[in-house]
């Protein structure tokens, strides 16, 4: 907890919380007093006009979520566009995020990646969100309840590819936090072995999709297509460049075409 975001607490006129009892503890543990409204996902539509109203008259409203950033898989989204579009000033004090404090911790490449959230509940809407996320060559990162743990990571590994590296990154910042990298396969066999494995709130990462995977050329790969199309017609030497360097054969025909 910042300086600053104790400040704000302690002088806004309310505190827009995800789950006033929740903040309320944190409140108390710092000695504040600041007056709450509940902000959720099942009250923010009726609640925006009101707190939106409060801000149109001078007053100062802190949002918070039970943990980490508003908005980030969390409520907030509605009243920050309401106040925008009425002119109201939205100021950002940054605090925990638990997706970019377990990117920073992983491992695995931080460049680009793509925040999913939450995948679907139902096993098959599960297995068609990954098939669609299959391709993508960034690192993937997702949110996951102790309920599905164990579900969500079986249909990364079979729908993904088991041999993919991956993070489980387990209650962050918290007393008994766990950062475990593996392979996805691996990551299954490690989260059934233990209850403990499948306790608390937990953060997926995922390596992109190889070169191979997504069809990319490859420097290499080129250099083994001109090699045998020095030899061999275009279709031959696209399918014996495909089994050596596991690049797709419609690429390397395409490519071969280009080069002929």
Known sequence: MSRRALQILGEVDLIAAEDTRHTGRLLTHFGLATPRVSLHEHNEEQQVPALVSRLARGESIALVSDAGTPLISDPGFRLVVAARESGIRVSPVPGPCALIAALSASGLPSD????????????????????????????????????????????????????????????????????????????????????????????????????????????????????????????????????????????????GLELR
Do not use: C
């Open 112 to 255: 680009r990646f793509l925040f999913e959230g939450f995948l679907p509940a139902r096993e098959l809407a599960r297995r068609k969100r990954l098939q669609a996320l299959r391709d993508i060559p960034s690192t993937l990162i997702f949110y996951e309840s102790s309920h599905r743990i164990g579900d969500a990571l079986t249909d990364m590994a079979e729908v993904l590819g088991g041999d993919r590296r991956a993070v489980v990154a387990r209650e962050l910042t918290k007393t008994f936090e766990q950062l475990q990298g593996d392979t996805l396969s691996g990551l299954v066999q490690w989260q059934a072995e233990d209850p403990n494995h499948g306790r608390g709130e937990f953060v997926v990462l995922v390596s992109g999709a190889s070169r191979q995977e997504t069809g990319e050329l490859t420097t290499e790969a080129e250099r083994v297509l001109r090699l045998l199309l020095g030899e061999l017609p275009l279709k031959a030497a696209a399918r014996l460049a495909s089994e050596i360097t596991g690049i797709s054969r419609n690429t390397l025909y395409q490519r």
